[in-house]
């Protein structure tokens, strides 16, 4: 505390004596976040940056990596600028930086902290030895629309494990400290609301209660900010009804006020500029607003940097506005250690060492394959047996362009493994592949135009779909098995990359429907960015692999996982639906008056006429190539007190012939409540390892800050009465015990 | 004002004394509403109702018919329990009585506030004929999700159309005074946002933020308690995470604080016991909770009945609480003229005569025909020429049991004339037609039995779907032209009927399909509770007639309309969507900070990879047998002050070959706001009939009102700046001009 005060102490004096020496345009220069243009690739610096930078009208800069560039930019900043402020450095590394991990919605799938921190380790790695020192991650925002593009960049839809994984990120990327030059700032994203996009679809409008706010979607950024994350990303979305990078309450009254953030506050990629055509006003007015509420940078819009000295001498903005802005800009750098050393994130070394080795590949394949669910295993038709004839057919097995899944920017597709080198890799002799493309991704022209915004991710084929469908017959009829890799081009998901349907394209379900014919067994193994709509493939095919984009080790992954060296064990973060009728869709949801058991016809109870109300895969859903079967739930105290803990236990067994790795499930649901409670909420979770025959008991601990929730006073309160815990291998298999909270 | 006085200071004295003699066993029997079982056919009053009518338990009935029946139940009522309190006699009436008018959401389409009115009006001189005093509707729950089965029953999508459609039916329902004999009480339903379903599935959660409950949900509810509706009906629905009917927010500080609601609050169908579910605690408290929250009478329930003496002697409820429920009963009754004479409602002769007259029939072949909306007709394939061979093919061509639509509870669907007979009645002999089925409305046998809850609404033929398209098959190629009669089942749409598919079934477009193979041209007819998917059928018919569900005069208005005796002039009050995948989808959406204007490629801008935003017929949508063009609109002023109006105004021409009835459509958008404002805003509308070659200046008055909205503080504003002022045939035709409000 002591220690902590006396470096506050020092930053204060240091960052209070710059100012003194700063005219208002300099700290409104300090706001200013731009890019030069071509994320990698462009021009270090283009002419008019680099003017900017001179002028002192760059706070920050993004889109540039290498510490050759960047030093050459930062030696404009404190070389040529009158006061030698440095420049931060930022960057979208998401999903790892040049070694790529599953994209962010397939590592949630891992349930696995200490891997997701150490994604986000490695990523802080090789981007400060890239030159960078601010990344703009992870987005925490819940979503229950898998139209929704970018539900790939997020956690799914619990806010629990929302939390968990929050924490986790801003852990790894920023360590107990980001002044060291390992470590990179963070920033959570999207603040606030931005996964709730009506109909799943980008940048839509947003709307709901405060008390579905704080309960489902606010935890997540909080948690962030509990962590220590150093800058916040605001969304692009309005809440109630006032753009987020306007909106006070939001960014003052909420993040700075009652949450204690002490970072900067950036917006979006000119999120400033685009409240003019959300109907906010002119530039000047929104810009304005955005200072006002308690925006402290400006990406790339310039809105502050053009606009913030006529609304000073119009009143429109005070000096201490732009102070506190300011301020919060400058802190960051000094934390960052950038006053000490300007370049101490260019270091050349650290370059050709530490960026995509042979520890961080390994990583990535084993993050990739601790990540991929397996929703179908009908007949243990995997892991593939060896010594057999396998036809390898689909657009994405021999597919290198799609495999490291959307906002990888500095990853290289050239670098990544395809299946087809996967199965190779890991099989060697012991299969015989035979392979044939099948399909294309999509044989729609104009949609393929729109997907392929980023680079040629659908290539149709210049044979016809027929004659690409007969080989993959042939194929198959000399085979044992067939594996077909299907799925999704990488930026079907992905920022502005909503789908109003989201299963499989015609030309991937054609071949589907050919291949069933020739009656081989059928393993899938699916590349998504999102939920897909499975119910045909799921009533079709034998096996169903879930690998998400697995990222630079893509195919050494799933082979590791198809030949069983890697014995399944990721679980859903997200509800499949088994129709685009039924979304949103999610585990947590309330009982309603007139709930449907699913037994009966259900007239007037709450259902639809023509599909059942439960996801075709559940939170939380996930099998093994073993089996688990638990015993049922004790509970240590049928009553538990404020202040008190209980403990709820079960005995979960390996009952099949590998040995496997399983996540156990807490879930407990409130009975009654004076707000209505979901019909349950995740609250826990152990990963356990057990060889085939194993036995381990279970506990988890229950304490009454579990059992708490926001009352319609917005205040959280755990309330006396009966509750339900549940636990099991899913969100919907699960065995219950009951107990009672008591005054 | 003064007679008002001395006519409530009347009742004052006359309830007062009345409660003074009342036991609170006898005050809480009051609140209870009960049912005999069996809508109308079951037994007069069960021995249970019986003896629950004589010990003063029993407040209202509801599902008795006809003055025979209910005057030997009022009997008990008056001659049997200790102070002879009359009951009232509620059903739900819904889109007329006996006389079956369109579904309410096909007669929101006419856009004519005189017809609905009208139709509001002879469903209550019918049910009064037919002994009842008050009636469940209006429904005036906005929906912008048309998978949700209870859009059939509501207006669609716009707060300004539904605060007319609010005010005509309560206006026709009550007249001046309900306290006429012909006129009957009111019941406006669901209070609140029961219409917002989560997923479109009925009875599920409901979410919003308060600035949208105020801006687009509250106002129709609003419209009919500010005309005089005598009675509210809660919602299922939780609103801000506590159930509507426990909700006191908006039952008391809402309703009867902030709008003045002088009547009564009735649950919805067992909505206090159902609040056990939502998880609020047992029926005790739920009773209390309910009471405090300002319910006034349990529908069916009986938690009133069962548990408010114990919660009273428990101190959970107090007096005063019960008191203020029973004298709103008692008052609604005065009002009602009961206790003057509680027989007025039985009147043999008017129950002869004023039921199912010829004018209410003739009213109901009128209103049916203005509801229809004519979606395509290429080559002016419509109307229907003479002398030619028709092929009547569907399901629904000849089909008595589907006319009337959902929530028909006293219709006779053996009165109803189906298309054949219509197309008969219209034509006589200037058509030869040749009938067969086609299809069955659906092959699903599962489906069918949910479907059929009601009764058998949907047969499956005994021959097999090919027999029966075959036999289409060979119609068609004997005609002219094919009039295929499709779409859904009664009650595919209406409570509990919710479709996550909202297309046609599979059987009605595998007919298509053959049908189209003729080369014949393809009139589709379609009869439906709510918009439907029609993306190939607006590609390969020649013409859409939507004719809703048209009530007891189905056929012949169908006819009329198709032979050209009455030229189509509805248009749609809810947008309908590509596919299901672009729900919600509504025309007054926000701008959205990042726009797609539809043109280019839209990467990063609002969209799907897969679908335009645009619905495939937009709100306001609706075609007619000639062409209106329209001049561009001008404005009487550029600017506008406070307490100063100005004129829009432009010239419509029929410049097509019939007369005919537009809807002309003013539209209003608020370019700059301190919240966010929707794209357009309904504001207006006028109906003008033109003869062919007619043209008619038209004028729209703008008022300062017309520009309010809710601002952040909830308080209701017009902001100076500027607006847009759009004037056309729907939503998305218009034509534009500017004006500035300025202060």
């Keep these: 505390q002591t220690k902590t005060n006396t470096q506050d102490a020092k930053m204060n004096a240091f960052v209070s004596s710059l100012m003194q020496k700063m005219t208002v345009e300099e700290k409104i220069g300090q706001l200013n976040l731009v890019t030069p243009g071509g994320t990698v690739t462009g021009s270090v610096v283009s002419k008019d940056v680099d003017s900017k930078i001179r002028n002192g009208q760059v706070g920050s800069l993004f889109g540039i990596t290498g510490p050759d560039k960047i030093r050459k930019a930062q030696e404009i900043a404190v070389n040529n600028s009158r006061l030698h402020i440095p420049l931060i450095f930022g960057l979208d590394v998401i999903h790892g930086h040049r070694t790529i991990f599953p994209i962010p919605l397939g590592l949630s799938c891992s349930w696995n902290m200490d891997m997701i921190e150490k994604s986000a380790e490695i990523a802080a790695s090789e981007a400060t030895a890239d030159g960078l020192s601010w990344v703009y991650s992870p987005m925490v925002d819940i979503a229950r629309d898998p139209r929704w593009g970018r539900v790939s960049e997020g956690s799914g839809e619990d ?57 489902y979607y606010l935890p997540p950024y909080k948690a962030a900010v509990d962590a220590g994350v150093g800058s916040v990303m605001s969304s692009f979305n309005e809440v109630d009804g006032v753009p987020a990078t306007a909106n006070k309450w939001l960014m003052t009254d909420l993040l700075r006020k009652q949450w204690g953030f002490k970072g900067f506050v950036v917006t979006d990629y000119t999120a400033i500029n685009e409240m003019i055509d959300h109907g906010l006003g002119d530039l000047q007015r929104v810009s304005a607003e955005a200072l006002k509420a308690g925006i402290d940078m400006d990406m790339v819009g310039e809105g502050f940097l053009t606009t913030l000295q006529k609304s000073l001498k119009e009143g429109k903005v005070t000096v201490a506005q732009i102070n506190a802005a300011c301020k919060r800009v400058l802190e960051a750098k000094y934390k960052l250690g950038l006053f000490d050393d300007p370049y101490r994130y260019c270091n050349e070394q650290r370059f050709n060492n530490a960026i995509l080795t042979d520890a961080n590949r390994a990583a990535a ?262 089996s688990f079967t638990y015993s049922n739930v004790t509970v240590s105290s049928p009553t538990i007190k404020q202040g008190q803990k209980i403990t709820a236990s079960v005995t979960v067994t390996n009952s099949g012939k590998f040995d496997g790795t399983e996540t156990v499930q807490l879930y407990i649901r409130d009975l009654v409540g004076t707000v209505t409670r979901p019909v349950k909420e995740l609250k826990g979770y152990q990963q356990i390892t057990l060889k085939a025959g194993e036995s381990r008991k279970v506990d988890f601990t229950i304490s009454v800050d579990d059992l708490k929730f926001y009352n319609t006073d917005l205040k959280r309160v755990a309330e006396p009465g009966d509750f339900k815990v549940f636990i099991g291998t899913n969100s919907r298999d699960v065995k219950e015990a009951d107990f009672k909270l008591v005054q």
Tied chains: 1, 2.
């Design 159 to 215: 806010t629990y494990l929302g939390c968990q994984v929050a924490k986790a990120m801003v852990k790894g990327y920023q360590g107990s400290s980001y002044s060291d030059p390992t470590k990179v700032m963070a920033c959570v994203k999207h603040f606030a609301l931005y996964g709730a996009a009506e109909a799943g679809r980008d940048y839509n409008t947003t709307d709901m209660s405060r008390i579905k706010m704080y309960e």
């Design 365 to 626: 394949r084993e993050f990739a394959a601790k990540s991929m669910v397996l929703l179908k295993n009908n007949n243990n038709v995997l892991p593939l047996q060896k010594g057999k004839t396998i036809a390898l057919v689909g657009p994405l097995a021999d597919n290198k362009r799609n495999m490291l899944g959307t906002w990888s920017v500095s990853g290289d597709p050239e670098k990544s493994i395809t299946v087809l080198q996967g199965l190779k890799n890991v099989a060697g002799s012991d299969a015989n592949i035979i392979y044939a493309r099948g399909c294309n991704i999509s044989d729609d022209t104009a949609f393929a135009k729109k997907v392929n915004a980023f680079g040629k991710e659908i290539e149709i084929d210049t044979r016809s779909p027929q004659q690409m469908i007969d080989e993959a017959v042939v194929a198959a009829s000399k085979a044992d098995v067939i594996v077909a890799v299907l799925g999704e081009a990488a930026d079907m998901t992905g920022e502005s990359s909503s789908m109003s349907d989201i299963g499989l394209q015609k030309s991937q379900k054609a071949l589907l429907d050919e291949l069933k014919r020739t009656g081989k067994p059928i393993v899938i193994v699916l590349l998504n960015g999102r939920p897909m709509t499975l119910t045909w493939e799921d009533q079709n095919a034998d096996a169903i692999l879930d690998a998400w984009f697995s990222g630079t080790e893509a195919g050494n992954a799933i082979a590791d996982v198809l030949f069983g060296n890697y014995n399944p064990s990721g679980k859903l973060t997200m509800s499949f639906p088994r129709n685009v009728g039924q979304i949103p869709i999610y585990y947590n949801h309330k009982n309603t008056g007139r709930p449907y058991s699913g037994v009966g016809a259900g007239k007037f109870r709450s259902n639809y006429l023509d599909v059942s109300n439960d996801p075709l895969y559940p939170f939380g859903f996930g099998l093994s190539y073993t």
